[in-house]
């Protein structure tokens, strides 16, 4: 099952981004399977991993900013439709 990101871009313009995949990397880096145009993100900051369960969990790679989720400041967290990351 595919999951849907929707990554909003510094313009406020959204891009959706489809991901048919176990394992995304989030980040600054071209080689990240969604790219974050902002500069406090790290160039690999935080990956997206289907669980055992089927159910998606975002971990922080130990960057300095750090990953929220609504808000608040996670190291790793099950998501839910709608989170904002």
Same mark, same amino acid.
Request: charged content about 30%.
């Given at each position: ?5 929707? +990554? =909003? ?11 048919? =995949?176990?394992?995304?990397? $989030?980040?600054? =880096?071209?080689? %990240? =399977? +969604? ?10 900051? %935080?990956?997206?991993?289907?669980? *055992? ?6 971990? *922080? $790679? ?13 190291? +790793?967290? $099950? $998501? ?6």
């Amino acid at each position: 099952m595919a999951i849907r990101l929707t +990554v =909003a871009q510094p313009d406020r313009r959204e891009r959706v981004v489809e991901i048919d =995949a176990n394992r995304i990397t $989030l980040g600054r =880096a071209s080689a %990240c =399977a +969604v790219q974050i145009d902002d500069p406090a993100a790290a160039a690999e900051h %935080c990956v997206i991993e289907r669980t *055992d369960n089927g159910r998606f969990k975002i971990v *922080d $790679l130990e960057t300095r900013a750090g990953t929220s989720v609504n808000g608040e400041r996670v190291n +790793v967290r $099950l $998501l839910e439709s709608g989170d904002r990351i």
